[in-house]
């Protein structure tokens, strides 16, 4: 007898992605859809494919699962965004898979991405290092961190030969939005572990540290093979890396910042509420 299992969609302002997405995935025993409260027509489409749609204002990406992930009826599940696809050769590996003995408690898999057209294999985003199926009885997420998906497994991990499909960028102003929301659930993460930014090292973290994160991805991890978009991904991760550090160094800024603070950050979904507690606190 096979294994049932539910699939978890984030989205938010998906229109264009998620009924692909759900077709992908209608085969699955159950399809829950988490909304970000998108402003388009995301709700609507997604209604089309399941009636467990949940909205959640979204504080990081573990905490966002996590809340799904809660929600499933089945012990088996399978974790993906709204621009991702599952193609047929790996819906049928998957269904192998759970209609066989399983002696391990989740599996990784590699996302073809796909940017601005072209499929990425360097980089560092061909890599089978992403956790999407699971058991949820014996996974444990780590809500203290924003940005990261923190995922400790009680028992053993397999692996899936065939690829997720991720069409990560449709146009670069898309791009930049999502750096924008990266950064700022990182800069919260790194905030959590105690970094520190002063005078002293900001050189460090705002230009080393981002030059090397193009160094590795570039040169290290062979971006240079996806042409002009490798060397465009590799030169983002370094911009992501210093706004991060930067906003860092701003929420760790005295009272005297607070204006600087409210200016950069007054449109940042993530850090906004942060700002406004900080000056009601300091009013």
Not at 67 to 76: G, L
Not at 82 to 96: F, G, S
Not at 153 to 166: A, K, Y
Request: glycine share 4%; net charge positive; proline share 2%.
């Amino acid at each position: 007898m096979r294994e049932k299992v539910t699939c978890i969609v984030g989205a938010k302002n998906a229109e264009n992605d998620i009924d692909h997405c759900l077709e992908s995935v209608k085969w699955a025993d159950e399809i829950i859809v988490i909304d970000d409260f998108s402003a388009d027509r995301t709700l609507e489409i997604a209604r089309e494919y399941t009636d467990k749609v949940f909205q959640k204002k979204m504080d990081g990406y573990p905490e966002q699962i996590g809340f799904a992930v809660n929600k499933a009826s089945n012990r088996w599940v399978l974790v993906l965004d709204a621009d991702e696809r599952v193609t047929p050769q790996l819906k049928n590996e998957i269904l192998k898979i759970l209609s066989s003995p399983i002696t391990v408690s989740g599996f990784l898999l590699r996302r073809l991405n796909n940017f601005e057209g072209r499929q990425i294999k360097h980089c560092g985003w061909y890599e089978k290092d992403n956790l999407r199926l699971f058991n949820k009885e014996e996974a444990i997420y780590d809500f203290r961190l924003k940005y990261l998906v923190t995922m400790h497994i009680s028992g053993l991990l397999g692996t899936l030969d065939n690829d997720l499909v991720h069409y990560t960028c449709r146009s670069l102003y898309d791009y930049f939005k999502r750096i924008n929301l990266w950064s700022s659930l990182n800069a919260e993460d790194l905030l959590s572990k105690g970094v520190h930014i002063n005078y002293f090292n900001s050189a460090y973290y705002l230009l080393l540290k981002p030059c090397a994160v193009f160094f590795i991805k570039y040169f290290l991890k062979a971006g240079y093979m996806d042409g002009f978009p490798g060397f465009l991904i590799c030169s983002l991760s370094g911009i992501t890396y210093f706004l991060s550090y930067m906003k860092l160094w701003i929420r760790q800024g005295s009272e005297k910042d607070k204006t600087a603070r409210k200016i950069i950050w007054r449109n940042d979904p993530i850090l906004a509420n942060k700002i406004i507690y900080t000056e009601k606190e300091l009013s």
